[in-house]
């Protein structure tokens, strides 16, 4: 029986390396079985929790991916961060396929790559004190910094504004926001070139989610570390976020910059997302502002998803070719660079119309009753 071989060292980071993606994700797809039957418990179906994604983040870039609850986003960022195995794809980090490779194959890349996790109170070991979490990751890796292990974890701790005294606090001892700092610690220990933040504000109070994400730029920006920023919350992500992926029913269904995501919309998903999003309208003018759109029904279930286009049993652009072919993610005419929608119909890149557009019939129908 031979031995899984060693990944080559990371190269040496170089202007032409610096140009590189640093993380390229293809035909990314995750599947988990649904077992039923009696008395012997057999596969029955699948959930197709992700389904054949391709997404790039260059080095020092900050990506963000947002969608719905249960669209897959957290179980994208698990796949890259290899917590789960993948059904299919390849994830290529610095130009190594790491998709399937075994625990010793990963073991040079483990440090280069770390997660943010949603929930502060769950992620933190309550039996041990912050240096020991915030150093755990140093002691696995073998690492020795200059100076000692406990110098080194106080210097994290000041890089996220938290005092370095309180190295031998316990995680009961600090607020939500305080905990989320030393997860952001944790994440920094190994010096990663690649941060998965998921959902790192929506489980604190919206005072201190500002403080969190201000603080999360500032490491990006002084570290040069990318971030794969996953969050429901469009406007933390359009605030942190250089380019958005959005995601719908484990699909990628648009891509681009910031910008053209949250001023040019092409998918009428993507239009339907940022309807939801509050405005507040500080003049006294009547602008217009952007249309409200309602979506008639559920998200379909991940097991049996639509044919064709999984966003076609909600789209008031659905036609029969929606149903029949699966639109490809590609570039329209007109959108700007690296503007990729995957629509048979897409919207006008626009955000204003002239009134609410309301695809549920009941609620269009209480709205008139009650006029």
């Known amino acids: 029986m031979t031995e899984d071989p060693v990944l080559p060292a990371p190269r040496e980071a170089t202007d032409e390396a610096a140009r590189e993606p640093l993380l390229v994700v293809e035909g990314l797809t995750k599947h988990f079985p649904v077992k039923g039957g009696f008395p012997v418990r057999r596969t029955v179906g699948q959930v197709q929790a992700v389904d054949g994604i391709d997404l790039t983040v260059h080095v020092g870039e900050s990506f963000g991916l947002v969608g719905e609850s249960g669209c897959g986003k957290s179980t994208t960022g698990r796949l890259i961060t290899r917590l789960i195995e993948p059904t299919a794809g390849t994830i290529t980090y610095r130009g190594r396929d790491i998709g399937h490779a075994s625990r010793k194959q990963l073991a040079p890349i483990r440090s280069e790559i770390q997660m943010i996790f949603q929930d502060p109170y769950s992620s933190l070991n309550p039996r041990q004190t912050v240096g020991k979490i915030v150093s755990g990751p140093m002691e696995i890796n073998g690492i020795e910094p200059d100076g000692g292990r ?222």
Request: a negative charge; hydrophobic letters at 40%.
């Open 150 to 371: 406990e110098k080194r974890v106080r210097e994290l701790l000041e890089i996220v504004g938290l005092n370095p005294e309180h190295y031998n606090r316990f995680p009961h001892e600090f607020s939500g926001g305080q905990r989320q700092r030393i997860g952001v610690a944790r994440a920094l220990a190994l010096e990663p070139k690649l941060i998965v933040a998921d959902e790192p504000v929506s489980a604190l109070d919206v005072s201190i989610q500002a403080q969190v994400v201000n603080l999360l730029q500032k490491v990006q920006r002084e570290l040069g570390i990318a971030f794969l920023f996953i969050a429901h919350d469009l406007a933390v992500v359009r605030h942190f976020s250089q380019r958005v992926a959005v995601m719908y029913l484990g699909k990628v269904i648009e891509v681009g910059d910031r910008d053209s995501i949250y001023t040019r919309p092409r998918h009428p998903y993507t239009h339907a997302l940022l309807s939801a999003v509050p405005e507040v309208n500080v003049t006294d003018e009547d602008t217009g502002g952007r249309e409200r759109i309602r979506l008639a029904g559920d998200v379909p279930s991940p097991i049996n998803p639509p044919s064709g286009c999984r966003f076609r049993t909600r789209c008031w652009k659905a036609r029969d070719r929606c149903a029949a072919e699966e639109p490809p993610l590609v570039q329209l005419s007109g959108n700007h660079d690296g503007h990729l929608t995957a629509c048979h119909f897409p919207e006008d890149p626009t955000t204003a119309r002239e009134e609410d557009i309301v695809l549920d019939p009941a609620l269009a129908a209480l709205e008139g009753e009650s006029k």
